[in-house]
Structures are given as structure tokens and as C-alpha cells.
């Protein structure tokens, strides 16, 4: 932010608050927003900014679904967002998060940590390239994940999107629907948007079509998965196990310390201490070249937007 400012001469000043309608009057005097955060961005938030005579909020994240597009519409604010700043990041992440899963890492650590070193069927894994990986959501990060598995592994690769790409299905075999890629895959990786047909769309029926057994890695969007019923589905051992990088209600956690503060997200709290699920709080995206380029295109785009009127992110 500082190298920017001052390579831009633009005066640039940071808080640690969240746009809310009791936060929005801290915009006042400034010509444009840039944010970054998970929780919703509500009116009378847009309404204020009318007042305020502020233009844009340059969203710092490719996802966009915690503003209310309509209000901002209503009242003049443009909102961006930077689709791609380092898909390669994402994709490895999500990677790294099944080849922790498959490997068994937590229970080899336990037991290391305990100078358990035996070698026991509990702990004996799979080469993944043997297994079969669907890919659901196969756009800029799914069709890097498909590509790794595939030509990185050597795994069997199948995959799901609304949209086939010609480009891609050197790395991915596409199914017809949903249920096809899933049925016999291993492991599962989603990669889509939250959109208004995927809410929940991994649940309990979902699940019981799954593979026994198989693993579930989510680095997408927590809402895309019903958490309860994917708890449900491992306890009784139709999933194996998954790692959550999102949550569907991470947004008052994501990211602040709760050190030592009571969490009541009875859900949450079950994510956190289940054995069989690896959690990680929304970092698939965090590498020093995705927070440069989220920083860049978030003050790039609201600059933009402050002289021209428009920008190519916007999103409404
Ligand atoms: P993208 O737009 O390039 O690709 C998304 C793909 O999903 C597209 O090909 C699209 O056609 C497909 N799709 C949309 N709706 C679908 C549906 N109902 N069923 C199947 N396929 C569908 O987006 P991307 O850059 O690859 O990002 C994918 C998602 O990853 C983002 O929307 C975001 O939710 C998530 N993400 C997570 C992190 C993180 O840190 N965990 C960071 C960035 C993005």
C-alpha cells in the first residue's frame, strides 16, 4: 500500500474496520475504497457513501457476494473486484490440503510427536496416482488443479462445470452432470463460484452418492457445502475425511484472533476439533505475489473509478 502511494502520489490511509453501517462515516473526506472482507456489506452503508460523494469499493478478492449489488446500484457505487491474482495459488493449496489428507499427515505427527514410529495399516496411504480426482469447477483455479493431478500425478482426472473449455480437456475428462464426477472420484475438489444454484449443494444426498470413503476438499465457497451434514457424512464414515479452507458462516472470524475469546458457532466449533477434518481459515489465497497483486489491482481499480468514472472489474 505505502510503495503505491507513494509511487502513485496518492494519499492512502489504513483501518482495521470492517464497512458497516456504524464504520461507513470513517470514508469521509476520501475519494474512493478499497476492501478487503468476508462479512456482508449491508445498507445503509451504500446510501452513506451517496452522501459521502464516494464512488467505488475496490474488493480486494475475486468473490464479491458479501455486497449487496442492488444497493450499491441504487445508490451509484461502483464495486470491483480483481478476478485473478494468483490462481497457482489456490490450486497448490488445495492440493497440499488432499496430499495432507491422503498421506494421513496428522495422525503421523501425533504419533511421531509421541516417538510412535511404527509403520500400521492406519496410517499406510495411497499414491495419488492411482486415484481418480474430480474437479468440480473446472475455470482458472480448477483447470490448474486438474492439470497437477493430472500431469503432475498421473491421476485419473474427471470433471464438472455448467461451461465446457476446449483448453482444458487436456487436463480433465468433463462428466455431463454433478453426480457423474463425483460418483467414483476419491478425492473431490470445488473450485466453483457460490451462485445462486449451489447453495448446499453438497449435502446429505450428495454425499451418500459420493464414493465410500472419499475425501472432500473445499476451497471455494464454505456455503457451497452443508457443513452439518458433511460432519454427518464423516462420522458415519461415508466421507473419509475433508479440509475446509472456508467455512459458511467464517465471516466473524475470518481473519481476527480469537484467542481466548469463547467461540459459540457450535458448527464451527465441531469443524475446529474434528479429527477428520483439516481446517485452515481462508489462506488457499495467501502468498506474497496474491497479496501484491490484490493490492495493486484493489488501488488500481478504485484510482480508475475515481478518474475515468468506470473500471473492467466492476461487477455492477
Ligand atoms: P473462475 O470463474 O475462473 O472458475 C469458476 C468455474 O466454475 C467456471 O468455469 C464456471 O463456469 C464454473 N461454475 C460456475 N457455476 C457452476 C456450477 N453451478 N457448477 C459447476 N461449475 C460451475 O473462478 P476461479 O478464479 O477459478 O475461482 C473459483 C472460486 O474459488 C471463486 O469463485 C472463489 O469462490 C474461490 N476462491 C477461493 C479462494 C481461497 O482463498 N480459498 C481464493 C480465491 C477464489
Known amino acids: 500500500m505505502e510503495q503505491w502511494s507513494k509511487a502513485h502520489s496518492i494519499h492512502v490511509e489504513m483501518t482495521p474496520e470492517y464497512i458497516t453501517p456504524e464504520t461507513v462515516h470513517l470514508a469521509e473526506g476520501f475519494d474512493g475504497i478499497t476492501n478487503m472482507q468476508a462479512s456482508d456489506i449491508v445498507e445503509p452503508v451504500y446510501s452513506k457513501l451517496k452522501e459521502l460523494g464516494i464512488p467505488v469499493i475496490a474488493q480486494r478478492s475475486a468473490g464479491y457476494e458479501m455486497y449487496d449489488i442492488k444497493a450499491a446500484s441504487d445508490n451509484d457505487v461502483i464495486i470491483t473486484n480483481v478476478p485473478s491474482y494468483s490462481p497457482e ?5 488445495a492440493v497440499y490440503a488432499a496430499m495432507r489428507l491422503i498421506r ?3 495422525e503421523i ?4 510427536a509421541s516417538q510412535n514410529f511404527t509403520w500400521e495399516p492406519s496410517i499406510r496411504s495411497h499414491s495419488i496416482q492411482s486415484l481418480k480426482v474430480a474437479v468440480i469447477g473446472v475455470g482458472r483455479i480448477g483447470s490448474r488443479v486438474a492439470k497437477i493431478y493430472k500431469h503432475g500425478f498421473g491421476a485419473e482426472v474427471v470433471g464438472y462445470d455448467i461451461v465446457e473449455r476446449e483448453e482444458f480437456k487436456t487436463h480433465v475428462a ?6 457423474t464426477a463425483i460418483k467414483d472420484a476419491d478425492i473431490v475438489s470445488i473450485h466453483m463460484p457460490l451462485t445462486e444454484d449451489n447453495y448446499h449443494q453438497f449435502n446429505h444426498d450428495l454425499f451418500n ?18 457443513t452439518q451434514d458433511l460432519i454427518e457424512a464423516i462420522d458415519r464414515g461415508q466421507i473419509r475425511n475433508a479440509a475446509l479452507d472456508v467455512y459458511e458462516d467464517e465471516g466473524p472470524f475470518i481473519p481476527k484472533n480469537w ?10 466449533l465441531q469443524i475446529l476439533n474434528h479429527p477428520k477434518i483439516h481446517y485452515t481459515p481462508h489462506i488457499a489465497y495467501y502468498t506474497d505475489i496474491a497479496v501484491q497483486n490484490l493490492v495493486e489491482g484493489g488501488l488500481n481499480s478504485a484510482l480508475e473509478v475515481i ?10
Open 259 to 268: 484467542e481466548g475469546k469463547t467461540i459459540e458457532d457450535e458448527v464451527f
Open 174 to 179: 468433463y462428466q455431463p452432470d454433478l453426480q
Open 109 to 112: 505427527d501425533q504419533r511421531v
Open 307 to 316: 478518474k475515468t468514472g468506470t473500471n473492467q472489474h466492476r461487477v455492477n
Open 209 to 226: 452418492q459420493m464414493k465410500p470413503g472419499a475425501t472432500l476438499i473445499n476451497a471455494a465457497r464454505g456455503k457451497i457445502v452443508n
Open 104 to 106: 494421513n499427515s496428522d
Open 89 to 93: 495459488s489456490i490450486a497448490e493449496f
